[in-house]
């Protein structure tokens, strides 16, 4: 069978623009160190890429979920610390203040529980990123309601106006953790700043008998924070330990991810320099057989 000038021609320039692009695609993977550019170049390992993408889109947002978690469970662990030191402070003045000082003596410290009295309602009223913290679910209602006294200002009584309900923050392991304190110990809290008004209450009528006998139930008080303190560092380490796990994960993902897409180097390299140097030669020998073909015709 005699092969025409035109089909030689026609095979020389398909050789020419095969090796054209398989140049032009090595070019492409040693500048960039990747591999796969587009769904066509390896349909497998896109399809591999894009499942890793999803499971480390959804890491990550479990990992703002944990983040959250634990700023507000830090928040209210700063919370209780600060009613713990309140209470040991009332649990001293209790104590200290019904001494053969005289009723005078006990005015003076009925300032100061007073005083313990403002700051407990202020802390169990506190807000993180805008939300109350002992709220429960009710996050944007102020969750410590009081009365206070028309003439003198003094709180006379405190009630919990939160939610029964505990927020809860998923982690993305098929678990969640409550970062806030439960009903019992919002309740807890209450009873507490009720307490500080009858040690404030006793003391200033000068009843010495009424105020020691609020030390045990404000040790009481003291078991329920410290109980809660010990919650919230719980709660912590667990959101630790998944954030730690998630850490590893999305970094498996990520090198999971560049072993799918990313080339490797010397094998291309090589193949480029090969590829480069047979599109030279068809070059050359395309332009020799074009030559020769014009002769040809001329003759």
């Not at 105020?211 to 329920?224: E, I, K």
């Not at 480069?276 to 395309?286: G, I, K, M, T, W």
Request: hydrophobic share 40%; charged share 10%; net charge negative.
């Amino acid at each position: 069978m005699r092969i025409t000038t035109a089909g030689m021609n026609t095979d020389l320039i398909g050789q020419l623009q095969s090796l054209e692009t398989q140049q032009n695609t090595l070019q492409t993977q040693v500048s960039t160190g990747q591999r796969v550019s587009q769904p066509g170049d390896d349909p497998r390992a896109v399809s591999q890429v894009v499942a890793a993408q999803m499971e480390q889109s959804a890491l990550t947002q479990d990992g703002l979920n944990a983040n959250v978690a634990l700023t507000d469970s830090q928040n209210t662990s700063a919370g209780l610390a600060q009613f713990k030191s309140l209470a040991d402070s009332a649990s001293q003045l209790a104590v200290t203040a019904t001494g053969p000082n005289g009723a005078q003596a006990m005015k003076a410290v009925a300032l100061q529980v007073n005083q313990l009295l403002e700051q407990a309602v202020n802390a169990g009223n506190a807000t993180s990123g805008g939300n109350y913290l002992f709220a429960g679910t009710a996050v944007t209602t102020q969750p410590f309601s009081v009365i206070r006294d028309p003439t003198t200002g003094q709180i006379t009584s405190v009630a919990y106006i939160g939610s029964s309900a505990n927020a809860s923050v998923p982690l993305g392991d098929g678990t969640a953790v409550q970062p806030s304190t439960d009903a019992a110990t919002n309740a807890g809290l209450a009873t507490f700043m009720g307490q500080l008004v009858t040690l404030r209450n006793s003391l200033q009528a000068g009843d010495a008998t009424t105020a020691q006998a609020t030390a045990a139930p404000l040790a009481d008080s003291d078991d329920v924070i410290v109980g809660a303190i010990g919650d919230q560092a719980a709660v912590q380490s667990r959101i630790q330990i998944v954030q730690t796990k998630e850490q590893a994960q999305l970094t498996n993902l990520g090198q999971q991810i560049s072993n799918e897409t990313a080339v490797d180097m010397p094998t291309a390299i090589t193949k480029l320099n090969l590829t480069s140097e047979a599109y030279q030669a068809a070059l050359e020998s395309a332009a020799k057989f074009m030559n020769v073909s014009l002769l040809n015709y001329i003759h």
